[in-house]
């Protein structure tokens, strides 16, 4: 793919403790290294905690907190999983709003494993089609969305995926629908 693809996008990757680190560490390599720039934003500033399933992993540093963060200065939002991460980032009324406004302005988001819950939250599934990891299926549909069993699914400008196996799928379509989503503005295609 060329470095230039997403050249001017900016993604938001939205957390807090306890996330699965490879949800967030592979798909922000693979969007920088098509040109994106990621922001780590989290509702407390420092570092933010990651997971390899149930044992910490490492740790990396908070960009901005969710109280500095403007949807309006995002192209993009990625939502990693881990079930901790995402039980606590459910909860916060900014993350809520963050996703609301993004999903309102028909900007993509791109969601694994247990980040749903979010948007389960936010009150954004209502007649959606996604996936996530299996166990919060019945979360989904009983908000109104509808859950299928695919390592992948596109919904207009969302794009889903289960689990850290995955991630290869996801991030080709995160990709994909990223720079189907790309507005001119944010910098010329160089060929």
């Not at 980040?115 to 299996?134: C, D, E, F, K, Q």
């Not at 069993?149 to 991630?167: G, M, T």
Request: with cysteine; hydrophobic share 45%; net charge negative.
């Amino acid at each position: 793919m060329q470095k230039s693809l997403l050249e001017g996008m900016r993604v938001a990757i939205l957390v807090t403790n306890d996330f699965e680190q490879v949800e967030l560490v592979e798909p922000k390599k693979a969007l920088e290294q098509v040109g994106a720039e990621t922001m780590i934003i989290a509702p407390e500033p420092g570092q933010v905690q990651g997971m390899n399933h149930d044992i910490k992993a490492d740790t990396f540093k908070v960009d901005m907190t969710l109280d500095r963060a403007n949807p309006d200065d995002f192209d993009a939002v990625l939502l990693p999983g881990g079930a901790l991460n995402a039980d606590a980032l459910r909860i916060e009324r900014k993350a809520q709003a963050f996703v609301e406004k993004m999903n309102r302005a028909d900007k993509p988001l791109a969601i694994i494993c247990h980040a749903p819950w979010l948007l389960v939250s936010a009150r954004l599934v209502i007649g959606r089609t996604l996936t996530s990891y299996h166990t919060i299926q019945d979360d989904i549909r009983n908000a109104g969305g509808k859950w299928v069993d695919q390592e992948v699914v596109r919904d207009h400008n969302w794009v889903s995926s289960r689990s850290p196996k995955d991630i290869p799928a996801f991030n080709q379509a995160v990709i994909a629908l990223f720079a189907e989503r790309k507005s001119p503005a944010m910098g010329q295609q160089h060929t």
